[in-house]
């Protein structure tokens, strides 16, 4: 019996078995043509098996659909061993991919690590190079510089491996904490001589200080010397030369008087704001259109208005119009000068309330005090007029002011002791600034203009012989 057909039908409502995937393997093409190009179902639903008759003979529906279901399942266990294969691959070659750069991470990092461990070794070797200089060292000098050269020598070989992209690849792990291990080091070095530079630092600063102190010691015997000088009988001076008397003797008398007014200004000033007095108006009336730089300057103003009535006929013997002849002259003021000098201005006053000294005092305390701060300071005028009667006050306030006066006063006397005598001087208001005659007591103004103006005088200049003594102003 020739070829014959046999017709199965199936479900309408089953689709097609159709190839999705486009298969490289033989097998998997086989069975993809199989069941797509040559059992294509007709429009009824069904497919042909072409066959021979003999086959078709011992074929029936129930041994062929069992048949079809093994080979599916054959099928499917193919295509699922296919892709588990490919998936393992994809995670092997993540992994590789994965420790490759890791690697060469470490790699990277070991490469950058002796890097900074070569910069460390140099910097501290350099150091090490400038310490051996001072004091100096040739061994170290020569130990520093080879190893200079050799971290050099590194650095290039480094160098020419990264260009060439040969970094090395071997235990990268293990070269990075060796390069980690040998910067510290360096460092630990490097603090080494910088904590060997600072202690020869302090132990030179030190010497200075015992040379300072040893020259400190020295000004305050030459100091001390001076005093005993002052305090000495005339007998010893000839007036014809100057004798004992120098010009540093009035310029050490000077910074004297002037501490003991600022002494009895602060006084001054403090009893002032105990009694709510309007500080900035008092300084205003002494130094019309002033502008201080700071509030605390003010005390300036009245420092100048008490120094300008201590001084004021400073350049007349005797504060007055005394006349005598020039020896005569600096022998008297010289007595006076011996006679006070070392002696509490109240003891004297007390002993002496006639004499050239009460006169000044009196006259003096009578401008430095107005009527009005009296009564406002005391509540009476009462000291102003024991005062005039030659009756000393007993208070802190006419004791700071009579400290004052005695200062000022044998300042004088040793002024027309010397030969030549000393002659004072003032700055006029306005005059641009000059540090041959002039000491400012405010820097702030040399930063607003290179030329500043002087504002007022605060403490008088002098002149003794060739020895010009700076008046200290308040710059505008």
């Known amino acids: 019996m020739g070829g014959s057909h046999l017709r199965f039908r199936f479900l309408p409502s089953l689709p097609p078995i159709r190839p999705i995937l486009e298969f490289r393997d033989p097998i998997c093409q086989y069975f993809a043509v199989y069941l797509d190009s040559s059992q294509r179902p007709n429009s009824f639903g069904s497919f042909h098996i072409r066959t021979s008759a003999t086959a078709m003979d011992s074929v029936t529906h129930s041994a062929v659909t069992p048949k079809k279901s093994r080979l599916a399942r054959t099928f499917a266990k193919v295509l699922h061993a296919r892709a588990a294969g490919a998936d393992e691959d994809i995670k092997k070659a993540k992994s590789r991919e994965k420790m490759t750069k890791d690697r060469d991470k470490a790699v990277g990092e070991a490469f950058v690590a002796k890097l900074f461990a070569g910069l460390s070794s140099i910097k501290a070797s350099y150091a090490q190079l400038q310490c051996a200089q001072s004091p100096y060292d040739a061994d170290g000098i020569q130990s520093a510089d080879r190893v200079i050269v050799a971290e050099l020598k590194k650095l290039s070989e480094l160098r020419q491996c990264y260009s060439k992209k040969e970094l090395d690849r071997s235990s990268p792990a293990t070269a990075l904490l060796v ?230 006063w044998v300042l004088h006397c040793l002024a027309f002791a010397l030969d030549p005598e000393v002659a004072i001087f003032r700055v006029s208001n306005g005059s641009r600034f000059s540090e041959v005659y002039m000491e400012s007591v405010n820097d702030e103004a040399f930063d607003a203009s290179p030329e500043p103006l002087v504002a007022f005088t605060v403490v008088p200049g002098f002149r003794v012989a060739s020895i010009v003594v700076q008046s200290q102003v308040y710059l505008s």
Not at 203 to 208: I, V
Not at 289 to 300: A, D, K, L, N, P
Not at 324 to 348: H, I, N, Q
Request: charged share 30%; glycine share 6%.
């Open 179 to 408: 390069a980690e291990a040998q910067e510290q080091s360096s460092l630990v070095k490097l603090y080494e001589i910088t904590s060997k530079k600072l202690d020869s630092q302090v132990k030179l600063k030190e010497s200075e200080i015992v040379f300072l102190k040893e020259k400190l010691a020295e000004i305050n015997g030459d100091c001390k010397l001076l005093d005993k000088r002052l305090n000495s009988s005339g007998g010893q001076v000839s007036f014809r030369d100057g004798g004992e008397l120098r010009p540093s003797h009035f310029v050490a008398l000077l910074r004297q008087a002037v501490k003991s007014v600022r002494s009895f200004v602060r006084l001054l000033v403090d009893e002032m704001e105990s009694e709510d007095w309007d500080l900035d108006a008092a300084a205003a009336s002494i130094q019309p259109g002033v502008s201080f730089w700071e509030r605390s300057h003010i005390c300036f103003a009245f420092e100048s208005f008490v120094c300008r009535e201590m001084f004021e006929g400073f350049d007349r013997p005797g504060f007055s119009d005394e006349n005598a002849e020039e020896e005569d002259r600096r022998r008297m003021f010289f007595d006076r000068f011996r006679e006070l000098k070392s002696v509490r201005p109240a003891d004297y006053l007390g002993r002496k309330p006639e004499s050239k000294f009460a006169a000044f005092c009196s006259a003096k305390y009578l401008g430095v005090v107005h009527p009005k701060m009296e009564a406002s300071l005391f509540g009476n005028l009462d000291q102003r007029n024991m005062v005039r009667s030659g009756v000393l006050p007993e208070n802190a306030f006419f004791a700071g002011f009579c400290e004052m006066a005695k200062r000022v």
